[in-house]
């Protein structure tokens, strides 16, 4: 489970490595815009509720002037008497109506306070109802003019017309001192009045709409063709790293080879010419015998001579060892692995748990290389009485080798806690694998880890 969820870690990684720089880029365009799109809402919302509020207060303003200029001088006496006289109601209901005052007026009342004094409904007169918000605005000089807003207890009657009503409320003052004695309130029928509106609401949110579509539209454009600039440059760079990749490989591959030729030439030449000298001594020592010379300093320089050719033949057997085995080429990765674990078998006397999963047979001869010499250097450090365990598995697009060591911290030189084998680990790392060493209280772990191709 670790191996698998570190293959798909490592190929999600990559992926997300390779669209980053694309996906940068985007993340602030995304936010600006969303913070653009919400600033355009709030901003044309408030300005096509006061352009409808103007036109709305338009209307008004011309009721209020029709009051102002008909109305007021007629209630005068509103100023002496909280009621009016049956002729100025008469008076006032022919002045109220649509033929004489020009528009669809279809309710007015004049209030006192709270009361109702005077409507064109005779039912209403005399009622009282709670100071509503827009009364109130009246009460302190201005003209509160609302569409579409009948929500008070003195609304139901025109409520239940179901059509789109004005409804005004005008100060009447008293003349010479401007003291205000009633207020009069017009319901008017405004179907063209909500239609003006609502067209005046859907151009300013069309003209911001508009605006903003254009504004992150060219952002779009400059960052798609950015995108589209790092989208090319990601794919070079990926190019140009798989062909150093590449190339790395093959000079490696030629390394591998010419160090397996090395070694060969090595066994081959100086290796049985060294043995073919140690036998003929043993015959010239004899030779030597036969014609009765002074053996007593010629056994000493036979002697000296055979200890120099045999050290010889051992430094290059060991040298012939450290380098790729000349059969390597021909194996497979797990008779390659097999190989560097019963080398070191043999060598030490130890014994070592090989563990393999299911893995390639064909890899490139450099990694081979690789985790041979991998292998075997890590088979080397620490306590050789420790027990050591060789797993190799393969999960996905990764193939890696594991080498652990049960022993104590303490036996590990210091040096080889992190960086073990700098000549190693560079060799890995230049043909795109990856090296890890762990150092736990008494294991430790070497992980060489490959993508195969």
């Known amino acids: 489970m670790t191996t698998l969820a570190r293959g798909y870690s490592f190929s999600v990684w990559q992926t997300l490595s390779q ?59 509103l100023a002496r008497h909280s009621t009016l006289s049956e002729s100025k109601k008469t008076e006032l209901d022919g002045l109220f109506s649509p033929v004489v005052i020009g528009r669809p007026i279809i309710a007015f009342r004049i209030w006192v306070d709270d009361q109702i004094i005077y409507s064109n409904n005779r039912e209403m007169i005399g009622q009282r109802f709670a100071l509503s918000p ?12 609302e569409l579409n807003q009948l ?58 709409a508009l ?11 400059l960052i798609k063709r950015n995108a589209s600039e790092i989208s090319r440059l990601n794919e070079e760079k990926s190019a140009f790293r798989m ?15 010419q160090m397996r030729r090395l070694g060969t030439d090595l066994d081959q030449g100086p290796v049985r010419l060294v043995g073919a ?22 056994n000493a320089d036979f002697d000296a001579i055979r200890q120099a050719l045999t050290e010889a033949l051992a430094d290059i057997r060991k040298l012939s ?30 014994s070592v748990t090989c563990e393999m999963a299911l893995i390639p047979q064909e890899v490139p001869f450099s990694v081979k290389a690789c985790f041979y010499r991998f292998v075997g250097e890590a088979l080397e450090t620490g306590d050789r009485t420790a027990a050591r365990t060789v797993r190799v598995d393969c999960d996905g697009e990764v ?17 080889q806690h992190g960086q073990w084998s700098r000549a190693l680990q560079a060799t890995i790392d230049s043909i795109g694998g990856k090296t890890l060493v762990q150092a736990l209280p008494n294991v430790i772990s070497y992980t060489a880890q490959f993508k195969v191709p």
Not at 53 to 75: C, H, N, Q, W
């Open 19 to 77: 669209w980053q720089g694309v996906g940068l880029i985007y993340l602030p365009a995304a936010v600006a815009s969303a913070f653009l799109l919400a600033a355009t809402a709030l901003l044309a919302a408030t300005i096509s509720g006061n352009v409808v509020k103007a036109i709305v207060d338009r209307y008004g303003a011309e009721v209020a002037l029709f009051t102002d200029s008909f109305v007021a001088p007629r209630v005068q006496e």
């Open 134 to 145: 827009a009364r109130a605005r009246a009460w302190q000089g201005g003209v509160s003019s």
């Open 151 to 208: 929500d008070g207890d003195d609304d139901a009657a025109i409520r239940a017309l179901g059509v789109h009503i004005l409804e005004v409320y005008a100060p009447l003052r008293q003349a010479g001192t401007g003291q205000i004695v009633a207020l009069v309130e017009t319901y008017e029928v405004a179907t063209d009045l909500t239609y003006e509106a609502r067209a005046a609401q859907a151009l300013v949110w069309l003209i911001f």
């Open 211 to 221: 605006s903003t579509i254009g504004f992150i539209s060219l952002v779009v454009v």
């Open 243 to 257: 062909r150093v990749g590449h190339a790395n490989r093959r000079i490696s591959d030629i390394n591998e080879m």
């Open 277 to 298: 000298a140690l036998l003929k001594l043993d015959a010239l020592r004899a030779l030597v015998a036969d014609i009765e010379a002074p053996a007593d300093g010629k």
């Open 321 to 350: 060892e450290s380098l790729v085995p000349s059969k390597l080429y021909e194996l497979s990765l797990a008779q390659t692995i097999a190989t560097a674990v019963r080398r070191y078998e043999r060598r030490t006397g130890a």
């Open 399 to 415: 193939l890696q080798v594991e080498v652990k060591c049960t022993i104590a911290t303490q036996h590990l030189p210091p040096s």
